[in-house]
């Protein structure tokens, strides 16, 4: 499968590039700058492409069979440009996915961006673009798989998680295994149209994933 990968110069962009150069998977990924494409080939992207999300992909799309979007602009920054990538980049990359017939779309979301208003204030602008994000992608006919993990870490990945559709308590995962469970999900027919809270837990991922 050739999959484009939004933000893949992110954190946890980084870790899927590597985990995806063990797999069948080709990845493409978009860059904002020429300079980060040899790194990220280094990790093990197939090939980097130029693009903004602020702007039309869709020729930097082309031949891609899935999307997976990492991209973010992080819950500390200021409530437009949260709305610029989170939320307005996201969509757009939908809609485009959507005209050129790309069917898989996977997004990393976060832990209770269904509401939030429940979530500290500083962060319910973060919380409240994604969710706006969510629900446009839950109507969009694609086959999505919305993947919200609690707080990210730089912790070393074990591997094991929790997955559920809504995780009781708030806890951490690391980027690392976010990555990985994005990967799974790529052949885990089960997680289409589905949306789970994901935290380091006790589960292998196959696992946790086959249990949705």
């Known amino acids: 499968m050739h999959v484009f990968v939004a933000g893949a110069n992110g954190q946890i962009g980084q870790h899927l590039v590597q985990e995806m150069a063990e797999s069948d998977h080709e990845v493409?990924?978009?860059?904002?700058?020429?300079?980060?494409?040899?790194?990220?080939?280094?990790?093990?992207?197939t090939e980097t492409v130029l693009g903004n999300l602020e702007e039309d992909c869709?020729?930097?799309?082309?031949?891609?069979d899935a999307v997976i979007f990492t991209a973010g602009s992080g819950p500390h920054t200021g409530p437009d440009k949260t709305i610029?990538?989170?939320?307005?980049?996201?969509?757009?990359?939908?809609?485009?996915?959507k005209a050129m017939g790309i069917k898989r779309f996977i997004i990393v979301s976060?832990?209770?961006?269904e509401e939030p208003e429940a979530g500290p204030e500083k962060l319910q602008h973060y919380l409240r673009a994604k969710r706006n994000a969510d629900e446009h992608l839950k109507t969009s006919g694609l086959d999505y798989t919305i993947v919200r993990p609690?707080?990210?870490?730089?912790?070393?990945?074990?591997?094991?998680v929790s997955i559920r559709a809504r995780q009781d308590e708030f806890g951490e995962i690391p980027r690392q295994d976010v990555a990985r469970v994005l990967m799974a999900?790529?052949?885990?027919?089960?997680?289409?149209?589905?949306?789970?809270?994901?935290?380091s837990g006790e589960t292998p991922i196959a696992e946790a994933l086959a249990s949705l």
């Open 110 to 113: 976060s832990m209770r961006a």
């Open 58 to 64: 869709s020729e930097a799309m082309r031949g891609c």
């Open 185 to 199: 999900v790529l052949d885990a027919d089960n997680t289409r149209n589905q949306v789970f809270d994901v935290l």
């Open 150 to 160: 609690g707080r990210l870490t730089n912790e070393e990945g074990t591997g094991r």
């Open 28 to 45: 493409r990924a978009l860059v904002r700058h020429p300079d980060q494409g040899p790194e990220l080939q280094k990790l093990g992207a």
């Open 84 to 97: 610029d990538v989170d939320q307005d980049g996201a969509i757009r990359l939908m809609d485009t996915a």
